[in-house]
């Protein structure tokens, strides 16, 4: 009898340590991207924000998140848009060290039309400290509700618990503007 418990306790101790081990070096499913793989190169898109909303937008997502997040990964991922939306808000990325070059120095919510939330922004425009030296003097005086034409490349798609994530290229005021309600931005929504 004691021989049988210390054959269960390797048989046990041997399906934990495979366990663990498949559990730690699979890829995951949600993940983007797998170790040593190379960037994936950037293009430019004519892609419209209607064709995104379409392919990767919340209902899409909630119909059917693995379609979604494939369509998103192949015709999306790390290529550059030109977009225009409504400014909402801009919010300070916390952690970026004073006077070094950050991917991340600020954020720019945007809200879209058509949105996809009434409450909530549609996408946030991480603004690297280069892009935000040269497009300093278009974001002095900018108001809520301003129309914003912007090129960006496409991070990561959103879902209900973080927004649709771009880096800006570049940006300009387009002269138009709209009237903007109240939105609520959640912290952790944020890059």
């Known amino acids: 009898m004691v021989l049988s418990r210390g054959y269960a306790i390797a048989i046990l101790l041997l399906f934990s340590l495979f366990s663990v081990y498949y559990v730690y070096m699979r890829p995951s499913i949600l993940s983007t991207s797998v170790a040593f793989e190379a960037p994936?190169?950037?293009?430019?898109?004519?892609?419209?924000?209607?064709?995104?909303?379409?392919d990767c937008g919340g209902e899409i997502i909630v119909e059917n998140n693995v379609h979604a997040r494939a369509t998103f990964n192949r015709k999306y991922e790390n290529n550059v848009v030109s977009w225009a939306g409504y400014y909402a808000d801009t919010k300070q990325s916390g952690g970026g060290v004073p006077f070094v070059h950050s991917d991340h120095a600020i954020n720019i919510l945007i809200k879209m039309e058509p949105t996809e939330s009434v409450l909530y922004p549609d996408l946030v425009l991480s603004v690297s400290s280069a892009t935000l030296q040269k497009q300093r003097q278009v974001l002095r005086g900018l108001q809520k509700g301003e129309e914003l034409r912007f090129e960006a490349r496409i991070v990561s798609m959103g879902n209900e618990f973080k927004m649709h994530h771009l880096h800006a290229l570049s940006?300009?005021?387009?002269?138009?503007?709209?009237?903007l309600s109240?939105?609520?931005v959640r912290e952790s929504t944020l890059p």
């Open 40 to 54: 994936k190169e950037s293009f430019k898109i004519t892609a419209t924000w209607e064709e995104f909303l379409s």
């Open 182 to 184: 109240d939105i609520i």
């Open 171 to 179: 940006f300009e005021k387009t002269g138009r503007s709209t009237i």
